[in-house]
Nanobody, 121 residues
Framework: VQLQASGGGLVQTGGSPRLSCTAS????????ISWYRQAPGKQRELVAS???????NYAGSVKGRFTISRDSAQNTVHLQMNSLKPEDTAVYYC????????????????WGQGTLVTVSS
């Protein structure tokens, strides 16, 4: 299983990029999918998550500005980021809890490689 993240880059303050993360490989189902970020010199933090039933959760710092959504048919999750601030600068990682066996017993958390978002002031 691999997670491929894309959509990062240099963005101006107030910009609205969209990150995407697609899972590929032997996948029977995907439970929760999340976006994390790690800013320079800081610990990795949860940004947003979405469950298999569509329930979402956001960090307080992004609530109202970011929207997470999933396309289950494409094994893809998106993170729409609006009104970006310089403090949103970080490497953004997607992570997914994926069931890899038909009996559902093999479930693991996989991480994408990270995509850098730099917000210029």
């Amino acid at each position: 299983v691999q997670l491929q993240a894309s959509g990062g880059g240099l963005v101006q303050t107030g910009g609205s990029p969209r990150l995407s993360c697609t899972a590929s490989g032997t996948i029977f189902s995907i439970d929760a999918i999340s976006w994390y970020r790690q800013a320079p010199g800081k610990q990795r933090e949860l940004v947003a998550s979405v469950t298999s039933t569509g329930s979402t959760n956001y960090a307080g710092s992004v609530k109202g500005r970011f929207t997470i959504s999933r396309d289950s048919a494409q094994n893809t999750v998106h993170l729409q980021m609006n009104s970006l601030k310089p403090e949103d600068t970080a490497v953004y990682y997607c992570a997914a809890s994926i069931v890899c066996s038909v009996d559902g017993k093999a479930e693991y958390v996989y991480w994408g490689q990270g995509t850098l978002v730099t917000v210029s002031s």
